[in-house]
């Protein structure tokens, strides 16, 4: 009896014990509890909402049927919904919370900030014509590529969201009032493929479709963008072009904001040349030096075009490529080069036809929320069909071999693909949905230098070795000259005349390309942060181990890299250094 009251009293006193560490627990995390349902609720009552096709791709399908909304009354609603959550998530202290939530609390902050200063400073949608259409093939577009639900279901919301676009192109044209003249120049460039997007590929990705109800009715939705897009075309052509005369360049102070918000860098813009430059000079030694190796009879042009003719058949690219994944896994798998998360390989297609204009690979990859259509597509251009024999040449040149190599490994094996793997496996929402450029591109662009330091390549001999460096230091080099002219043409200290000369002199671009890539400078001023990131990244990486010494392993800092998230690297060295040294 004595030792069954005994039992009882323990019994007691253990789940007394229990509930009193649940109360401290709870009263202890209090902040942290308050701060994710903050962050909760301006994910789930406005980020989400006011991002329809966003929401889409991230695998969040409760705003399918919705579009974006840039009406004079909503953008003013926007701005105020903003404002006043940027004063909740200023009221939070964040020495009260934990590590990550402190850096999931910079993150919110900075993508309040940078929202608003796109709708109010920035306001491409006030300037930018190529804004209206590119929205609605996006809109369209995340519906079509991955089967999420069936067909049908698809093509209602898809008609749903089609009824919208005719209204937001004529908001475009009320919203647009003195664009730069590029811009509109840019958004007449796109449209006829936007249309034929319309009137070709969208028809085709629901043909399997047997209700007639509903094919009617998206006959008659999709009819009337057609219609709403050819209007704008030539509202573009004869009322907007002959008015657009405004300046494409944010200048000194925005430029800045722009990379504070979104990249969290704070470095004045002569710092952050002067690292640009330092990089550029650096691999252009380089490539001159591995050009020699090669061939020291010819100058590193000619050692590039000898390259450019060294490309598989268009017949066996894909195949090509597939075969460069199966080595890329071997080696990473060998060398400890990180943990692969999954043995399932993204699959290799052909890139679709509406994407083959702007781009010669891509991976398409699945939402972090996607529930059911968990494929991931590596995508590659073929040349057409009905090209010429010399235009095939040129375009096959791109893929020539040490280019696939390089392009692999950025894309999939360790870049994008195996970052969005471990993004997958991420148990927090907030670092599932909000990053940063300067991680995601500077990560991919980081492994492919990674990967040749490791030794991929010196297998198949020196000379293999060294295309493979050469082909990176080119890819490099375009990289370099993102970065400075991005920060030059908006700071107005390069001319598009220039920045376009810069691309062919010092980054050994064809004409061609550099003025593709000036042309984008111009609407994406930050697009340094592919550079950006790869020197934050062995920045950190350099602090690392000399702070860990000889316990430092390769594969275990990309492991602890990877489960960050994608914030941006200020986050990441605070996690993994333990302080808050600079990132450059």
């Not at 100058?299 to 003719?309: C, M, S």
């Not at 699945?366 to 259509?373: D, H, T, Y």
Request: aromatic residues 10%; glycine residues 4%.
């Amino acid at each position: 009896m004595v030792f069954s009251r005994l039992k009882t009293r323990i019994s007691i006193f253990v789940v007394v014990a229990a509930a009193v560490l649940v109360l401290v627990t709870l009263y202890l995390c209090k902040p942290d509890v308050k701060f994710v349902a903050l962050a909760d609720d301006y994910i789930d009552h406005f980020y989400l909402p006011t991002n329809p096709s966003l929401s889409t791709s991230l695998g969040v399908h409760r705003y399918d049927d919705q579009l974006e909304d840039y009406s004079s009354s909503a953008v003013a609603h926007n701005i105020a919904q903003l404002q006043a959550y940027e004063t909740k998530f200023q009221a939070v202290n964040p020495r009260q919370l934990t590590e990550q939530n402190q850096g999931n609390l910079e993150l919110l902050q900075n993508n309040i900030r940078g929202s608003l200063l796109n709708l109010q400073k920035i306001q491409n949608y006030k300037k930018n014509p190529d804004f209206y259409p590119s929205v609605l093939t996006n809109a369209a577009f995340v519906l079509m590529e991955r089967q999420f639900a069936p067909a049908q279901e698809r093509l209602r919301t898809l008609i749903a969201r089609e009824k919208r676009m005719p209204a937001f192109l004529r908001e475009g044209q009320e919203n647009l009032i003195n664009p730069p003249r590029i811009y509109t120049s840019i958004a007449l460039e796109q449209l006829p493929g936007i249309i034929r997007f319309f009137q070709k590929d969208v028809p085709a990705a629901f043909a399997g479709v047997k209700d007639e109800d509903l094919r009617r009715q998206f006959a008659e939705s999709n009819a009337r963008v057609i219609q709403a897009l050819q209007a704008y075309q030539s509202w573009l052509q004869k009322d907007l072009l002959p008015r657009s005369n405004g300046d494409f360049r944010l200048g000194q102070d925005i430029f800045r904001q722009k990379l504070r918000y979104d990249e969290m860098v704070d470095l004045s813009l002569n710092d952050l040349l002067a690292i640009g430059m330092a990089n550029l000079r650096h691999n252009q030694e380089a490539l001159l030096q591995v050009a020699k190796e090669i061939n020291p009879n010819k100058t590193p042009t000619q050692v590039l075009k000898d390259l450019a003719r060294d490309y598989p058949s268009p017949d066996t690219l894909l195949a090509t490529f597939n075969n460069s994944l199966a080595s890329l896994i071997d080696f990473i798998q060998r060398k400890h080069i990180i943990t692969i998360p999954s043995q399932v390989r993204p699959t290799l297609e052909e890139t679709p036809p509406f994407l083959r204009a702007i781009t010669f690979a891509s991976m398409d990859i699945p939402g972090p929320f996607e529930r059911s259509a968990h494929e991931a597509y590596f995508n590659v251009t073929l040349p057409e069909k009905s090209w010429g024999l010399e235009r095939v040449k040129e375009f096959m040149a791109e893929f020539n071999y040490p280019v696939i190599s390089i392009v692999s490994v950025h894309e999939a094996y360790p870049g994008h693909y195996v970052q969005f793997l471990w993004l997958q496996d991420n148990r927090d929402r907030i670092r599932k949905i909000f990053g940063a450029s300067s991680n995601a591109e500077g990560w991919a662009h980081y492994c492919e230098q990674m990967m040749l330091d490791e030794g991929l390549g010196q297998e198949q001999g020196p000379r293999q070795a060294a295309l493979l460096r050469l082909g990176y230091l080119q890819e490099a080099l375009l990289r370099n000259a993102r970065y400075i002219v991005g920060i030059q043409m908006h700071a107005g200290n390069m001319s598009f005349e220039q920045a376009q000369d810069f691309f062919v002199k010092q980054a050994y671009q064809t004409k061609a390309v550099a003025l593709v890539e000036t042309k984008r400078g111009t609407m994406d001023p930050t697009y340094l942060y592919y550079t950006l990131g790869k020197l934050e990244i062995l920045k950190l990486r350099a602090d690392l181990e000399k702070k860990q010494g000889a316990a430092f392993k390769l594969e275990q800092f990309h492991n602890d890299f990877m489960r960050q998230g994608y914030p941006p690297l200020k986050i990441v060295r605070k996690a993994l250094l333990g302080d808050d040294s600079p990132v450059l």
